[in-house]
């Protein structure tokens, strides 16, 4: 399948990533001609346009990381708002679809809204970001202040911290800190591969009591 990029119509074959100038209409334009449709996914920062088709590999991994992350919190009966797909953007600055963000301690400030204004609404707490394509980076969110991104590449996961505005790695979750969700991903992860993502999941629960 050949790559074919217009306003009109996007074909990009699965896995394929693209890297164009344009400008921040030229964005909106490609963003808004793919419909009601997700794919493929858009970036935009400084002038520059990335496309990326995904594998199902991207969407499978994306779905059991952010069931963990509901697994847990309703562990910790701590209510929250999820996510996906969503686009966050700030007009000719930066657009970015991540593929999973959860609001946990702000969820208040989006609960029951059906649009979410990157200026004045508080940013997600978490996002999760699946890198098979090497498409995404923590500084993407950047912009955005979100507190915390996971990014999983080749099964391992990358925690980055907001501090002082930059973003720093760190070995531990602050909404999970008590525990190496590394090994919880590992784990769930190699149950899924053989048993299927709901009985891994299940377990999961079991595991946490």
């Known amino acids: 399948m050949y790559a074919v990029i217009s306003t009109d119509r996007i074909q990009m074959p699965p896995g394929a990533v693209m890297r164009m100038p344009g400008t921040w209409q030229d964005y909106c334009q490609l963003r808004d001609s793919r419909g009601n449709g997700s794919i493929p ?3 935009y ?3 520059e346009i990335l496309l990326m088709s995904p594998l199902p590999r991207h969407g499978r991994e994306a779905n059991i990381l952010a069931d963990i992350v509901k697994i847990l919190l309703d562990s910790q009966n701590r209510n929250y708002e999820a996510f996906t797909p969503i686009t966050l953007d700030l007009p000719e600055v930066s657009g970015i679809e991540p593929d999973y963000c959860f609001y946990i301690d ?3 400030a989006v609960v029951g809204k059906d649009r979410i204004d990157w200026q004045q609404d508080p940013p997600p707490d978490l996002v ?3 890198d098979v394509t090497s498409y995404t980076s923590e500084l993407d ?3 955005y202040n979100v507190p915390e991104v996971w990014l999983f590449k080749n099964n391992r996961l990358t925690i980055h911290q907001l501090v002082d505005g930059k973003y720093e790695v760190s070995e531990n979750s602050r909404y999970f800190p008590n525990l190496s969700i590394q090994t919880t991903i590992d784990i769930c992860v190699a149950t899924a591969k053989t048993k ?3 009985t891994a999941m299940s ?3 079991r ?3």
């Open 41 to 43: 996914r858009l970036k």
């Open 45 to 47: 920062h400084d002038g």
């Open 106 to 108: 702000n969820w208040q």
């Open 128 to 130: 999760i970001e699946i």
């Open 141 to 143: 969110f950047l912009p």
């Open 196 to 198: 299927g993502t709901g």
């Open 203 to 205: 377990e999961l629960r």
């Open 207 to 209: 595991s946490i009591g």
